[in-house]
């Protein structure tokens, strides 16, 4: 486990209630958190990640008694369908990915979906829905974790030569 995290804490991240936590992990077992001596509930970041899917699935319409079960994978490929289907919500996935792209410091993938945004949407709407977001994302997981901004400047120094040789807006 690499972080442990109280139900309080969880609750905040996820947007769901400690109430709903507790529920949801004696019926569904959607998670299984460690326990300390004193039986307090630690959450791991995997189970965090899993929470957060499993709450925006249900945003989408999702009943938990259907997707509790899932895995990670299929949780994100169900999210991912449900985003598509929204075609106001395709820069929000890119958006989502290129977050967890950059926080796992997997430039390959980010630079691919850089790659696909510059081809498809014009410099400004690049930069307002897609660069700007993922910087304020970037910033608050920063201010959170008590991470330095380096993953920010990566993400900088990806999108800054393509901007100015499209428009010259860097």
């Given at each position: 486990m690499t972080s442990a995290y109280t139900i309080g804490k969880v609750a905040q991240l996820t947007g769901l209630s400690p109430g709903r936590l507790r529920i949801w992990e004696s019926r569904y077992n959607v998670v299984i958190p460690d326990r300390t001596p004193t039986g307090r509930r630690c959450y791991s970041d995997e189970h965090v990640i899993r929470l957060k899917l499993l709450a925006q699935l249900i945003e989408y319409g999702h009943n938990i008694s259907t997707i509790a079960g899932r895995t990670e994978a299929d949780l994100r490929d169900a999210l991912e369908k449900a985003r598509s289907d929204d075609p106001g919500r395709r820069?929000?996935?890119?958006v989502d990915r290129m977050i967890e792209n950059i926080l796992s410091l997997n430039?390959?993938?980010?630079d691919a979906q850089l790659a696909t945004a510059f081809v498809n949407l014009d410099p400004w709407r690049l930069a307002d829905d897609v660069v700007l977001p993922v910087l304020d994302a970037i910033d608050v997981e920063a201010r959170q974790?008590?991470?330095r901004l380096s993953r920010r400047h990566l993400l900088i120094c990806l999108t800054s030569a393509p901007m100015e040789q499209t428009s010259g807006i860097a």
């Open positions: 820069e929000v996935l890119v430039l390959r993938d980010c974790k008590n991470r």
